[in-house]
Structures are given as structure tokens and as C-alpha cells.
């Protein structure tokens, strides 16, 4: 069991390995010639107007809740679905119980409003 | 065991034997690991070098176009040229950029996509290393992509490079649902996580099984890789190049590299879950062929990607949202809840698989009642357009 989570570990490292090496290839091979216009933000060549990071849609936060009810869903779900074989016809339903639940939520969401754009 | 049928495990316990000879067990076990994890981690990448070449021969072909021709025989050294200039070109970081964020982010992404290859399963017994909560482990890597494109796009400082990564967010995560929750079918009729146990238990491909589930797995994967007809995140003509407009040379290339082996690894995703890895004759024997056959059916997959790529345009973000949230979440809920009480029932007799198909259908077909009658009440009444006169050829 630790052996495949050791394998996990080494694998993190070996896969950021390969991306860093045509970075690090690049550093020595490509001319630096900086000036400040280059390194100006790139916005069509106009130049850039007041602060990037300003507060933005809210929509985008209300999507990300309601992702997050979901996520954690599937979290509790999976287990359910592995141990299927070992579960009588009662759990399965109360499985499914829980997913009505959560497409009652759903439902619940879109009829706020939530899933709407604009 | 011999050379022919299994070479990899025929090295490794030769690798083995060697070492063990003058290095203490640890040492050789932590040596072989380590080989493992090279040949995983690499094979993709190298097989990424081949894939853009063929993506961008096939997308000509869908375009009337010859595609790459020039640089050796078929134009396949084109990538290695590309490679080089990529290497070569001045590497811009802007001045208001977050410079730490900035530099991690495109190397998360390569990171992000590489880090499932550790769970495929390549044949019988060639797998980087069989997790027993493989399926969690893939979504759960699958989200540091979408880190990766939140930090490329905020730490930019550009206004299109955030509004690239506010979509890239709302359009990922959104996707995320109907995919964990479709990936729960085929983790429901194996019984497992494990990912060589989804492949062994195929003796029926999983998409005779759950057919709209593999469709839907299909779809909102392509939406979270962001191609065409979901890649507003990129979106050229509305906001210059999304997340990466700031990127310049081989960090630009490496988002480039990722999405490509992403598009393949959703390719051989939908070939493990649905298509029966790499189940096929002789497979056990010839464990090679085992690869071959994934390769194929992965590649398969990966065609359907571009096919959509090349036929659809992008579509609203809007529209974009609600076809996942109003369409694909609840489909795939009543997917899950229907194989769930069907295969509970029907699971171990030989009914399995007309009762499955037979719940898919009448899924299907609720669904399209729904649709029609969702559609009769917003359609607006038809407008009707004078005759007018039209030039016709002599």
C-alpha cells in the first residue's frame, strides 16, 4: 500500500523534472534583451487602464458553491459504488436516496436562480 | 516468464537480479521504482511529440489542408523544429507579473497531466502502480490542471489572461460534475477503483453497458481539456489568448504540450472505462499487444476529440453553462441512479446487459420528452418569412 504512494512521490518529481528541463534548456540558449515596453502588459498594444485584480462577477463564485456541493457528493459516493457487491438492496436505496437529496438541491439551486447567467 | 511475451517484466527482474548482486534490497527496489516512473512519465511525453503532428495532419485533412509537409519525410519532424524554435525564443516574464506564480504554472499543467499516466493500465501487469482508489486519484489530479490555468491567468496581470482563468474556472469545475459522477458508473459495475480491475472486469465493454454515460464522460471531458467547441478559456477572438497571452517561448509550449497529451489521456481514459483498456485477442499472451490495442482505442477516442474540434464552433459561455448545470448534471444523476437499482437487481444474471441497455434507452427517451416539452414552452411562435426571390443558376 505505501509502496504505490511512494511510487506517487517519486512520480511528482520525475514529472515536474521533465517540464523544468527545456525551461532551463531555454534559459541558456535564448537571448535576453529586455526593455521596459517588452516587458509592458500585453493587451492589443493599448495600454493597460487601472488594476487588474478588481473584484469580479459574482456568478462565477455562486457556480463554484454549487460545484462544491457536488464534489463533496462524489467524494461520499465512490465508496458506496465499491463496496456495491458487499451492500443489500436497502443501502443501495438509501444510496440513492442521497443522490435524490442532492438533485433536490439542485433543483432547488436552479429554481433560485443560481445557474443563471446573467 | 520469457522475453517475447512480457518484456518489461522480464528486464525489470533481470535489472533486479543484477543490482541485487552488490546493493543492498532497499537500494534495488528504490533503482527499479525509479526506472518505472521514467518509462511512465516519458512515454506520454514522447508520445505528445508524435501526437501534435498528427493532430495537426488530421485537422488539415478536415480543413482541405495538407497539413505539415516540409520538415522530413510527411512533415514528421515538424515538431522537433517547432521544439527548437520554441527553445530558442526569447523568454518574456512582464513586470507586473506574480513571477514565482507565473513560472510554476506552466510546469503544474505538464504535472498535472502527467500524473495520471501513473495509473494507466498499458497490459497485463504493466501499470505504473495499480492504486485501489485509481479513479479518485485521477479526479483528483485532473484539478491541479485547473489550478494551474487559475495561476497562469492571475498571475499574469492582464485583464484578458484573468478573464481567461475566471471562465477557465467557472467551465472546469462545472464540467468537473457530470464527469465524477458518469465515472461512477463504470467504478459501480466493477465494483472497484482499481484501475486494472475496471479493464479486467470488462469481459463486456463498459459502453454496451452505459452508453450514455460514456457519451457524457466524452463530453464534459473534451470541456475540460478546453478544446473547440469549449475552449472559451482561449478564446482568440474575444480575449486574445485567454490564460496564456503572457506567456512567450517554452512556457507557452509546455501549456501547449499539456493540452495535447491531456486531449490523448481523455482519449485513453475513455478507452480504459468504456472501451476495455487493453483487452483484445491475445492480449494476456502478447502483453505488448495489450499496448497496442490501448494505443488504438485510445487514439480512437482521441479522433472523436478532434472530429468535434474540426466540426463545431465555440459556443456561448452562457449556453456553455447551462447545457452542463440544466442538462448534463441532472442526466447523469438519473444515469447513476438507474444503473445503481438496475444493477443491484439484475447485476449477477444474464440479464445484465439488455436491462442496462433498456434503462439507458428509457433514460434516453425521458430525457427527449423532457427537452420537447421544456422547448414547446419557451419557444416563441414561429416567425414567418415572405417568399422572396432567389438567383437561380440558368
Known amino acids: ?118 | 516468464m520469457s522475453f517475447i511475451n512480457d518484456p518489461i517484466t522480464f528486464l525489470a527482474e533481470w535489472i533486479t537480479q543484477f543490482l541485487g548482486g552488490f546493493l543492498p534490497e532497499a537500494w534495488v527496489t528504490f533503482i527499479v521504482t525509479l526506472l518505472g516512473v521514467i518509462i511512465t512519465a516519458s512515454f506520454g511525453l514522447v508520445f505528445v511529440i508524435f501526437l501534435i503532428w498528427l493532430e495537426r495532419k488530421i485537422a488539415a485533412r478536415f480543413q482541405d489542408r495538407l497539413g505539415p509537409n516540409r520538415a522530413g519525410p510527411f512533415g514528421l519532424l515538424q515538431t522537433f523544429a517547432d521544439i527548437v524554435k520554441l527553445i530558442t525564443k526569447e523568454d518574456v516574464i512582464p513586470e507586473k507579473a506574480d513571477k514565482l506564480t507565473f513560472n510554476i504554472a506552466p510546469i503544474l499543467s505538464v504535472v498535472a497531466v502527467l500524473l495520471i499516466w501513473a495509473v494507466v493500465p498499458f497490459a497485463p501487469g504493466w501499470i505504473g502502480t495499480d492504486l485501489n482508489v485509481g479513479v479518485l486519484y485521477i479526479a483528483a489530479v485532473g484539478s491541479f490542471g485547473i489550478l494551474s490555468i487559475l495561476m497562469a491567468g492571475w498571475s499574469s496581470n492582464n485583464k484578458y489572461a484573468l478573464l481567461g482563468a475566471f471562465r477557465a474556472v467557472a467551465q472546469l469545475i462545472s464540467y468537473e460534475v457530470p464527469m465524477l459522477v458518469t465515472l461512477m458508473v463504470p467504478v459501480l459495475l466493477a465494483r472497484s477503483m482499481g484501475m486494472m480491475t475496471m479493464v479486467e472486469s470488462q469481459d463486456l465493454w463498459f459502453i454496451f453497458l452505459a452508453p450514455i454515460s460514456a457519451i457524457i464522460f466524452l463530453v464534459s471531458s473534451i470541456a475540460e481539456v478546453g478544446r473547440t467547441p469549449f475552449d472559451l478559456i482561449e478564446a482568440e477572438s474575444e480575449i486574445v489568448a485567454g490564460y496564456h497571452t503572457e506567456y512567450t517561448g517554452m512556457k507557452f509550449g509546455l501549456f501547449f504540450a499539456a493540452e495535447f497529451l491531456h486531449a490523448f489521456t481523455i482519449g485513453v481514459l475513455f478507452a480504459i472505462f468504456f472501451l476495455g483498456g487493453w483487452r483484445g485477442p491475445g492480449a494476456e499472451q502478447f502483453r505488448l499487444l495489450g499496448v497496442v490495442y490501448l494505443m488504438l482505442k485510445g487514439l480512437l477516442g482521441y479522433f472523436v476529440v478532434m472530429w468535434v474540434r474540426s466540426t463545431l464552433p465555440r459556443i456561448r459561455i452562457d449556453h456553455m453553462l447551462a447545457f452542463n448545470w440544466k442538462f448534463l448534471t441532472p442526466l447523469s444523476l438519473a444515469l447513476l441512479v438507474m444503473t445503481a437499482i438496475l444493477d443491484k437487481v439484475f447485476g449477477d444474471t444474464a440479464l445484465r446487459f439488455p436491462v442496462l441497455l433498456a434503462g439507458n434507452g428509457s433514460v434516453l427517451l425521458v430525457t427527449w420528452l423532457a427537452l420537447r416539452w421544456t422547448s414547446r414552452r419557451h419557444t416563441k411562435e414561429r416567425r414567418v418569412f415572405k417568399k422572396r426571390p432567389v438567383a437561380k443558376p440558368a
Open chain 1, 1 to 118: 500500500m505505501l509502496d504505490h504512494w511512494i511510487f506517487i512521490g517519486i512520480f511528482i518529481a520525475i514529472a515536474a523534472v521533465f517540464p523544468l528541463l527545456p525551461i532551463v534548456l531555454a534559459r541558456f540558449v535564448a537571448p535576453r534583451k529586455p526593455n521596459p515596453i517588452k516587458l509592458d502588459t500585453y493587451e492589443c498594444g493599448m495600454e493597460t487602464v487601472g488594476d487588474t485584480w478588481v473584484q469580479f462577477k459574482v456568478q462565477y463564485y455562486i457556480y463554484a458553491l454549487v460545484f462544491l456541493v457536488f464534489d463533496i457528493e462524489t467524494a461520499f459516493l465512490f465508496p458506496w459504488a465499491v463496496a456495491f457487491d458487499a451492500l443489500p438492496l436497502f443501502a443501495v436505496l438509501e444510496g440513492v436516496l442521497f443522490i435524490l437529496i442532492l438533485a433536490g438541491c439542485l433543483l432547488y439551486c436552479w429554481g433560485k436562480g443560481a445557474l443563471e447567467w446573467s
